[in-house]
């Protein structure tokens, strides 16, 4: 088994290099080739996982070496991969939810001028996060870590020519390059304080090692922003609703299942460097980001950012769970979430394929259930997961974390993770009412898409629906399969009775979708004219509480000031002025020197006289 | 009886600071080598002083030496100064200022 696990990452990339060179040769098979590679590497990792599942609990991991690829003195790095209950999760899900998507793109992509080159990224990606999940160690996790987000910058910007597009993609990359430099500081601080990045030493050593827990939580906190980054959480969530520009399997691969969750696996997978101070940052900006995305995703015409807020505000549930010591409910929330929301998207490229390619602004949806049923069923089936009611999966992820947080006693972070749900259950259900319910309000002729984009969705319809059972079972199966690697779910403590949690997830997800449905989708609200009179709670939301203009007229006008400053200032006045100043003076002094070399040569011969006869007086009188 | 070597030293020593003032007065590059010619035959002189009184043949053998650089140099001296000639028809140094700053 340990050879054939390195198929799993390399066969995406042997699909991504032929596509790249053979891509425009291959024609439509390019796209078949790569979801071949990526559903390929699915097998293996099916099969990787039984054999892991046959190994005692304790020791339950696969390690296989290339070689040494860094020696200096003590500290080593090894191109490792390690395959645990963690990572096989992540492998799963990556490989599963990507092959899907590689074959319904298949559809969606048909007759894109730069078919070859778009399957070639796609594979390219699903290899790097192969290496960001299946690594053993920081360095070579930070190689597939800065992989995803080139793939993920080359596919937001994947049709260039919109300069929407363009743009989207060099804000993604910039973004998120913030919390990987400071992730980076972390790594390096790591190195210095632990001599070692291989997880192996670090987490094991982690409680007991004398590093005190001030730097401990130093190291941690810059982890934790490059997951901000990546996995965008406020305050560094401006990139993810313009990534929305990029192709939909793209959003549907990168920015809803993969790629973003990232940042999740980042902190499950270092918890034990996560002090409790740590851990708060953690759980109160993945809260802050979960209500602020689903408020948010409220105020958005495109159904695209709507998702894409979503995707956010989900994103910070995991980081809530994970900030809270719930370590396998984000993991689950995270498998439960990559189908739900993958097929959200997918379905949403559905309703753009059949408006004709790029029509994304639900005001001039409505009523597509009828013209595309296929897409509206499968659709209803993904918001009611998200919703959190039962018994789709995402009651199943969603409610247990909301449960934990009754029991740790912090409540004001349970209402406000309460509040949130409510806003979950209204965006989502006020997408599904605006784009399928009512009447159809466009001018196109919808039709329904493809069977090759059906069949995944319903694939992923499958799993949005009974992925709950996952975490059903004595203490939920997907819980106890990752104990290895996140620890047992210890018992969050004395809280609320259990079904009255329940009862109140119920009721608060019920009257959300009750909300949206009055408004949205039973006709007797006429939401536009609703919208009118709140015109500026609606353009806040909209503009998602104007985060991304305070930096546009303040932040940045301020860092770019700064950098002038440095340029204009200190590089082009202090350090080239130092230069050219030395230049300078070194020619003038020549110029005056040059006076004395009168060219004839007794001149120097009578002062070579005087020179000598100066010395032998100066010896002379030192003698 | 011997001479002193005081006198010879003396003698040298004239005749090395006529050589230098030759170099540095007179303009004709002829006359010029002349001069250093006299320097150098002053040291000579200073050098077989020294060898007699010391009985010691070094300075003699050095003198040779000396005078056998000094008879090359003037060959490649003169070629340079008849090659000056020829191009500028002047042998006067100070009108060669070529390498003037």
Known sequence: MPATIWLIPLLPLAGALVNLFFGKRLGRYAGWLASATVGLAFAISLGAFFALIRLPEEGRELTATAYEWITSGSFHVAIEILIDPLSMTMLLVVTGVGFLIHVYSNGYMKGDPRFGRFFAYMNLFVFFMLVLVMADNYVLMYVGWEGVGLCSYLLIGFWFEKKAASHAAKKAFIVTRIGDTLMLIGLALMVFQFGSLAFGDVLTVAGVSGVSEGTMTVIAVLLFCGAIGKSAQLPLHVWLPDAMEGPTPVSALIHAATMVTA????????????????????????LASALYGALASVGQDDIKRALAYSTMSQLGYMFFAAGLGAYSLAIALLVVHAFYKSLMFLGSGSVMHGLGGHETDMRVMGGLRKLMPATGGMFVIGAWALSGLPPMSGFFAKDPIISYANGTGHVLMWILAIAAAFFSALYISRILFLT?????????????????????????????????????SINGAIEHFLEPATGALHEAGEGLPEPLLIAISIVVALAGVATAWLIWGSGRVDWVALRERNLPTHEMLAHGFYVDDAYANLLVPTLLAGSRFLSSGIDSGLVDGAVNGLGRLTERTGGLMRHLQTGIVRTYALAI????????????VMR | MTTPIGYYLVLSGILFSIG????????????????????LNAVNLSLIAFSRQLGDLQGQVLAFFSMVVAAAEVVVGLAIIVAIFRRRRTANVDESNLLKG
């Open chain 1, 263 to 286: 940042g999740v696996y980042l902190v499950v997978r270092s918890h034990a460097l996560f002090s409790p101070t740590a851990m708060t940052v953690v759980a109160v900006i993945g």
């Open chain 1, 436 to 472: 399928f319910f009512g009447a159809y309000r466009g001018d196109k002729h919808p039709h329904e898409s493809p069977k090759v984009m059906l069949i995944p969705m319903g694939v992923l319809a499958v799993g949005a629906a009974f992925g709950g059972l996952l975490t059903l």
């Open chain 1, 609 to 620: 006289l005087v020179g000598v006869a100066a010395l032998l007086l100066i010896l002379e």
């Open chain 2, 20 to 39: 230098t003032v030759g170099v540095l007065v007179r303009r004709n590059a002829l006359v010029i080598f002349m001069s250093i010619e006299l320097q």
